[in-house]
């Protein structure tokens, strides 16, 4: 352009006029010294310094994109600044399939190297491995890859999914009675009645056609404010109750929780110096604000529910914990919790409808455990198989998680290798690519609940599967999401014959897993 525009002004002159140079004109060019000097003076200092910034960040990217050949560790090559997220960012993608996609790609390693933007993390996709470092080794995985600042955002770090170490065991410790198998039949009555509520409420809309997602949702919020906050969050009254709203917020795909949360795959000071939060500042005020309102209504009460509530009054008073540590736990199995079972209720009835044989199947079993009065026990819930590999199988085709993450705490030497897991680095466990193998799940895009018979586990590495984790950081509240789900089936199919409307939009997988 710049050629152009010379050459055009330079025929339009010469066109029009003759051109000679002036008596005046200095023809010899003499370049000084001292131009050279006044040039630094003025433009110097900032080249310099420009020339110094970029030298040192190619040093710093170009040791930054070697990080895992230097370790004699196989990888995918990196973007600059996005490493391999670059299909995330640009909404091509989301991490559960990007995660499916590369475990396939290096389906002949053990373990394989990413970047999350400029963070290297190893993602390791061998089973025996996996089993030496979510439990073996454990000792050298102790925390999550995804942390939390205390002096940055004190209530998520109080949580027992973000806290490190020695923190991590005393919550863990303390609220492990909470779901016991003794805990979950004690609840169960509770349970029941949140279920029998959510039938109700599909019966008064006259059979018309009704939002899974919403509908799983209000369930979900119903169990948790009864197991974490002891009250009914009337969700099958209202439209949209606050606690639903929360969970909704929460969750929501909207640029900003994408941007939040993309950015606690960096490292941690990138999360401190832009001062986020992982729970909003107006959520964490309304879940603190009511939990700490409830344990003062506990305490005039001359009996207790036994519950987190009461569990959580008697820690505060005997280890003088601040309201936001004791809030912090309440929010942390809302959370964990409402998004666990509202996704797999979904998923599961998604498919009981896409699948007639499977759906017929599961409410011959549910008949055939109904009381004298037509209703479930705890006993009954537990003891029905089909209905417990559905529970599995959908947990398999639709991890609530596509990944989990640890960061190693002690250097850590990979077995029968010399690779060295340095202190500091995230290990990724792709879950998605582990649930979708069709060496551990033939033909992994079928819903095929068969998949969980006793023969078939037997046949299969146990840690191929990881639903909720596995070792001392396995998912805490397994046991209440498991009973949750399987009862909000059992009442589902046992009054509903379940169909998909017209339109209804069929998930979509990689080409990679078919």
């Not at 998520?156 to 016991?180: G, L, Q, V």
């Not at 207790?304 to 914990?321: C, E, P, T």
């Not at 009381?371 to 959908?394: G, P, R, W």
């Not at 989990?404 to 077995?415: E, F, H, K, M």
């Amino acid at each position: 352009m710049a050629l152009l525009i010379m050459k055009l002004a330079v025929v339009y002159i010469i066109r029009n006029y003759e051109i000679d140079v002036c008596e005046d004109t200095n023809i010899k060019v003499e370049a000084s010294l001292m131009d050279f000097v006044l040039d630094f003076e003025m433009f110097g200092i900032e080249a310099l310094v420009l020339v110094v910034f970029s030298l040192l960040l190619y040093i710093l990217l170009r040791k930054n994109a070697n990080y895992w050949k230097w370790r004699n560790v196989p990888f995918e090559k990196p973007w600059p600044f996005i490493g391999n997220v670059l299909d995330v960012v640009l909404l091509r993608k989301n991490m559960a399939i990007l995660m499916g996609d590369l475990y396939s790609k290096y389906s002949n390693e053990r373990y394989f190297g990413v970047w999350i933007f400029t963070v290297p993390h190893l993602v390791i996709r061998c089973p025996e491995l996996l089993k030496q470092i979510l439990v073996k080794d454990f000792v050298h995985f102790i925390d999550r890859s995804v942390q939390c600042n205390e002096s940055v955002d004190a209530f998520s770090a109080n949580m027992m999914f973000f806290s490190k170490d020695k923190k991590w065991k005393f919550i863990r410790t303390k609220t492990t009675s909470m779901f016991s198998s003794g805990k979950l039949k004690y609840i169960f009555p509770q349970l029941q009645l949140i279920a029998k509520n959510m039938i109700s409420f599909i019966s008064k809309r006259n059979n018309k056609s009704i939002y899974t997602a919403d509908l799983a949702q209000k369930f979900s919020t119903e169990i948790i404010c009864s197991v974490a906050f002891g009250i009914d969050a009337h969700s099958f009254q209202d439209n949209d109750t606050l606690f639903t709203k929360v969970g909704k917020d929460v969750f929501k795909p909207n640029l900003k929780n994408s941007a939040v949360s993309a950015t606690y795959f960096c490292k941690s000071y990138l999360v401190d110096i832009l001062r986020l939060k992982f729970v909003d500042t107006r959520i964490e005020k309304f879940l603190t604000t009511t939990f700490m309102g409830i344990i003062g209504e506990r305490q005039s009460m001359p009996t207790k529910r036994r519950d987190l509530v009461d569990l959580m009054a008697d820690f505060r008073n005997k280890y003088k914990l601040k309201d936001h540590e004791v809030s912090a736990q309440a929010a942390q199995f809302f959370l964990a919790g409402y998004e666990t079972t509202s996704s797999t209720v979904t998923f599961a009835l998604y498919e009981i409808a896409s699948n007639q044989d499977v759906q017929d199947k599961l409410r011959e079993e549910i008949n055939n455990n109904l009381n004298d009065e037509e209703e479930f026990s705890y006993n009954a819930i537990m003891s029905m198989c089909y209905l417990h590999k559905v529970a599995l199988e959908t947990l398999r085709k639709y991890p609530v998680l596509p990944f989990l993450g640890r960061t190693c705490t002690r250097d850590y030497q990979i077995p029968n290798s010399n690779v060295i897991i340095e202190k500091g680095t995230s290990v990724f466990i792709p879950l998605t690519g582990l649930h979708w193998d069709p060496k551990h799940f033939p033909n992994p895009q079928k819903f095929d609940p068969d998949r969980f018979s006793e023969e078939n586990i037997r046949a299969r590495h146990p840690y191929c599967y990881l639903p909720f984790g596995e070792g001392q950081r396995a998912c805490i509240g397994e046991r209440i999401a498991l009973i949750s789900i399987k009862l909000g089936l059992a009442h589902l199919v046992k009054n509903f014959k379940l169909e998909l409307e017209k339109g209804t939009e069929v998930p979509k997988f990689s080409a990679n897993w078919n």
